[in-house]
């Protein structure tokens, strides 16, 4: 999973500093990723069962190959969404996390993603689009959140599509 940070690497190459924002629709499982991602950096990580949902906005700073990483993990409920707006312009990759397993709450996540990629301030900014919860086997597929969320209609942002799982890897 660590690769999908360290994939960014336009970014990496080019600045000493990356921000990396962590979107979705509450329950999405932004925390657990974020949390996972500094356990599997050495830093000090909130257990991965017992993580409440986001109020408001949790930072983590990771140092890896003279890179500093900075990540940004966002409450998803939605009357917080209002605040995400406010990191827009000083993000530079975008991680959109969607929960792979609750299919009754695609069609929000999708209405969400799209009014991002509306949002001027990501103008241009790469998305990595992850479909978490992986581990468990009724998982949509990548090619159907492809065509589910009309990305290969998206031509204004360099978008990747994977699986994940926060929990788990
Ligand atoms: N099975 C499974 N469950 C997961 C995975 N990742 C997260 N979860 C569960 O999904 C629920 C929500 O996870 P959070 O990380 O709190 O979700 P969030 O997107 O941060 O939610 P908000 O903070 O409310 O926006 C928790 O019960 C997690 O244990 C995963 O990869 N697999
Ligand atoms: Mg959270």
């Known amino acids: 999973m660590f690769s999908l ?28 990723l974020f949390e996972q991602l500094k356990k ?10 017992k993580i409440p949902s986001t109020t408001g906005l949790n930072i983590a700073k990771i140092n890896h190959n003279n890179l500093e990483l900075v990540l940004w993990d ?28 609750d299919r009754t709450r695609l069609i929000e996540a999708k209405e969400v993603f799209q009014e991002l ?26 090619g159907f959140i ?3 969320f009309c990305l290969d209609d998206v031509t204004d942002h360099e978008i990747n599509v994977l699986h994940i799982s926060a929990l788990t890897q």
């Open 146 to 148: 492809r065509e589910y």
């Open 117 to 142: 990629l509306k949002a001027e301030e990501l103008k241009s900014k790469p998305f990595h689009v992850l479909i978490n919860k992986h581990d468990q086997n009724n998982c949509v597929s990548l």
């Open 74 to 101: 966002l409450g998803g409920k939605e009357g917080i969404r209002d605040i995400w707006a406010n990191y827009y312009s000083e993000s530079h990759v975008v991680l959109y996390i969607i929960d792979g397993v």
């Open 40 to 49: 599997r950096c050495g830093q000090k990580a909130m257990a991965l069962r």
């Open 5 to 32: 940070i360290t994939g960014c690497w336009q970014f990496m190459l080019s600045k000493r500093t990356v921000r990396i924002i962590l979107l979705g629709i509450d329950n999405s499982g932004k925390t657990t």
